[in-house]
């Protein structure tokens, strides 16, 4: 699908001291792991996934049924503090269009974000579907974190 690019300064707060503190050689690897336990703990669909790091960059590697599968991935990997970008290399079997991606802005809330996309603003519960894998509210959103906005 592409590179992404997220603020790494951002997002939840999956990694611990575990990682911080390990040996340069081994941070990769356990940084990986912890992603990939992030990624099953909000129970995102796959078929096969490797989770690599580059520094602060992920690269996702695997199979996936569907697009939205695939986009959702990509940004509960990239709305971890410290990942700055997440390069997907994952193959789709059934494609469909790719959803626009939105970095909220300080003063975004979702219906102004679907008047935006949707041009009405009470199409924010469309987005908060998107997104319910990484958002228990519609008004708990952040600065800096990146939405899916799906076709409607």
Not at 11 to 22: I, L, N, P, R, T
Not at 55 to 81: H, R
Not at 82 to 106: R, Y
């Amino acid at each position: 699908m592409g590179l992404f690019s997220f603020i790494k300064t951002v997002g939840s707060k999956v990694f611990g001291s575990k990682e911080s503190q390990a040996p340069e050689a081994e941070k990769a690897t356990l940084k990986a792991s912890v992603l990939m336990d992030h990624v099953k703990k909000l129970g995102l669909k796959y078929e096969i996934l490797t989770i690599t790091l580059r520094g602060d960059d992920v690269v996702l590697q695997g199979k996936v049924a569907n697009q939205s599968d695939s986009e959702k991935i990509v940004l509960a990997v990239g709305n971890v503090e410290g990942v700055d970008t997440v390069d997907d290399q994952m193959t789709v079997s059934e494609w469909k269009p790719v959803s626009k991606f939105h970095t909220v802005m300080e003063g975004d809330w979702l219906s102004k974000i679907a008047e935006k996309y949707y041009g009405d603003a009470k199409k924010y519960d469309v987005i908060f579907e998107a997104n319910k894998f990484m958002l228990d509210d519609p008004d708990k959103i952040y600065p800096g974190q990146v939405l899916r906005i799906p076709e409607l």
